[in-house]
């Protein structure tokens, strides 16, 4: 078998050989880089390098009124200010960033030379004045918001437990997709902060004026830097929509001259109602973790990257039971979209799109007028003496003196349709 030697006897033409063959095994690793890059991952990174050259504001929708049978309003929404707190002010982390930051300011020189216990300590020290400014906020709210502590507590915590729910989400569609392409995964490269941790999260919805007006003045305006004299940390006042109940009460005059004998008078009783419609209308519920992810879910973001301006993103109310939940999807609107090109300065609007009325059969007024005669104090509706008595009836009057109420039910249908006009 012929060497090299013997077949390129000069060393200069070997050493040209073996350094163009080094050439070509590098231009040959290069190329497969690009490809997947360009190929494998291209879809991926032209996101990304779009995402940055952009950037989106969201425009937010009505959701559809409820309506009676004579258009009267049931439920609709209604500007409103809501009182938002950044995440990582929610969470507790701004503090501890911001004691850090300050720490390693103020010993830079010889912040490498420092132990872990030292740096905590300084860390520690400088902590106590960003916990104080949080904690004014936390009292703040409590004032001004008419809401006591434990209860404030309870909104943060549901604000950190939906956020880690849908960051565990993403971030285990991430790794499958890095899987997917034979990728080596890397914490670092799954465990990428969500935009649910970079934004304000409500806490408070539907404030008066007054107490928009206040906070307004004490909005943390340079966010992502030091607090300014007066602000409170990650406060954010902003825009939004709160869903009103308009009938839900009413006073109702009952004529008892058209009662039966026994307890016919010659008045017109007032009742009052403290809820006319009930659970029929429904009310509405803040978004969950099981309405944005899982199969049944319908997140703003999908898997694919893409976005659906009806999905839902925290913050959001859903129908949580009546009509509000049974036509959800009538009813909610689809977000406007608004995109600056930050490099040719165009901007692309898309239009909100408001949810769809729903009008019911019920007349309103009727429903009060039937549900005033379930009230036991106008006698139709509790056990009487005159009532056939046995040993084991009901008796007329309770060991606490009170009247035994009896229970019932009662429709009004149209004749003709066999539509409903009222239930109690």
């Known amino acids: 078998m012929a060497r090299l030697r013997d077949i390129i006897p000069s060393m200069f033409h070997r050493r040209l050989l073996l350094l163009t063959a080094g ?20 879809t991926d990174h032209l996101q990304e390098a779009e995402g940055r050259l952009s950037s989106n504001k969201l425009v937010p929708s ?24 950044d995440y990582n002010v929610i969470s507790g982390d701004w503090a501890f960033e911001r004691a850090l930051k300050a720490a390693r300011k103020a010993h830079r020189e010889h912040w490498a030379e420092l132990s872990r216990e030292q740096r905590e300590a300084l860390i520690q020290a400088e902590s106590a004045k960003y916990q104080r400014q949080v904690e004014s906020l936390w009292a703040a709210l409590v004032e001004y918001c008419d809401i006591d502590r434990e209860e404030l507590e309870r909104r943060k915590r549901t604000v950190v437990r939906r956020v880690q729910t849908i960051r565990a989400s993403v971030w285990e569609q991430r790794a499958a997709r890095m899987e997917a392409t034979d990728q080596d995964i890397d914490i670092t490269d799954v465990a990428i902060p969500v935009r649910d941790e ?56 009952t004529d008892l001259a058209t009662f039966p004998l026994p307890l016919r008078r010659d008045l017109r009783q007032p009742v ?31 898997a694919d990257k893409t976005v659906d301006l009806k999905g839902y993103l925290p913050g959001d109310r859903v129908g949580q039971f009546g009509i509000e939940r049974a036509a959800e999807w009538r009813m909610r609107g689809t977000r406007g979209k608004e995109t600056l ?26 429903q009060a007028r039937m549900q005033a005669l379930f009230n036991p104090a106008l006698g139709l509706m509790r056990v009487q003496p005159w009532h056939k008595q046995k040993p084991d009836h009901l008796p007329v009057v309770l060991p606490n003196g009170e009247p035994t109420p009896l229970n019932g039910a009662s429709i009004v249908l149209e004749v003709d349709s066999g539509q409903v006009l009222a239930m109690a």
């Open 272 to 302: 009052q109602l403290k809820s006319i419609y009930g659970s029929l209308v429904g009310k509405l519920r803040e978004v969950a973790a099981e309405d944005v992810t899982g199969s049944t879910g319908r997140p703003y973001r999908r």
């Open 198 to 253: 970079r934004q304000a999260h409500t806490l408070v919805p539907a404030v008066s004026g007054a107490v928009m007006a206040y906070f307004r003045k004490h909005e943390d305006r340079k966010r992502g830097v030091d607090v300014t004299e007066g602000a409170f940390p990650g406060l954010k006042v902003k825009r939004s929509r709160t869903r009103v109940y308009p009938l839900t009460t009413a006073e109702v005059f």
């Open 62 to 85: 009505r959701r559809g009124r409820i309506l009676d049978r004579k258009g009267r309003v049931l439920a609709e929404d209604q500007p409103c200010w809501d009182i938002a707190v």
């Open 341 to 366: 090109r930050r490099d040719t300065g165009e901007t692309q609007s898309t239009a909100p799109l408001p949810g769809q009325d729903v009008q019911l059969t019920v007349d309103v007024f009727l």
């Open 23 to 42: 050439i070509m095994v590098v231009m040959i690793i290069l190329l497969l880089q690009v490809f997947r890059l360009s190929v494998v991952q291209g």
